[in-house]
């Protein structure tokens, strides 16, 4: 892995860099798709403003409310902004809700909104996890099948991992693990030509957002299981494969719920 460069004498960390630019990729991709699809300028500002906050506000306080008795002894380090310490999850659902209730009040159609973001989310998660492989944090559980691989110890790491073995209670070998950070990456880069080829199709408005989001949500609850996270067992086991499974279920009644409205429209 990769976690620091040398660039011209200087030494850079290659996660916030990656997070800068999966950042500025995805929303710049969003901000020229808003405004190639008529948009103002005024309500696009609105939005990209409102994701951020909702993205980061969320995205700290799932992680807080999964840490809880870590953040007790530590109450100031919720309010300390740092790369680390934040929910991909509760990020996206915070930044949806943010969205939904400017569109809301701004009088936007939702669906047709929700569609433009597909490309941009997809695009700016697949450069956000190379971030993480390469300073190794968001890994995998310990394996020994040739999907393994050796991740040095970083104190940039945002998730330590049990990667280090004692031989002979002197020399430390790194352990295998599962590179889900590629995983990840990978199921997002494949899935934007689908996007691509999706829409060229005439689809009720709506439905390319929904199809996208079931996929992103099915694949990240099937990697879930081979990540080694920092949670209490109840939360990995229990708490956050409940929260993939609702999140699925109540896409698939709104994808029907959308088709049935569209065929009786027809």
Known sequence: MLPKIS??????????VMVFVSSVTGLFLLVYNLIKDDYKWSFVLKMILGIIIGFFTFARLLNVLLHLDYYRLAPSLIFRFQLKGFSVLGGMIGASCVCLFLLWREKKDFKRFFDITVIPFFTG???????????????????ASCLGVSFPTSPAASNPMKMLDFVSGLLMIPKAVFPTQLFESFAALIFIPVVLLIRRKNLATGKLFIISAIYFL??????????????????????????YVALIATLVFCYFWIYRKSTKSA
């Open 125 to 143: 998660f697949f450069l956000m996890k190379i971030g993480c492989f390469l300073n190794g944090c968001c890994g995998g559980k310990i394996t």
């Open 7 to 16: 660039f011209f004498g200087y030494i850079i960390s290659t996660y916030p």
């Open 218 to 243: 099915c694949f990240r609850l099937v990697i879930h299981f081979f990540r080694d996270f920092p949670y209490p067992p109840v939360v990995v086991n229990i708490i956050y494969p409940a929260i």
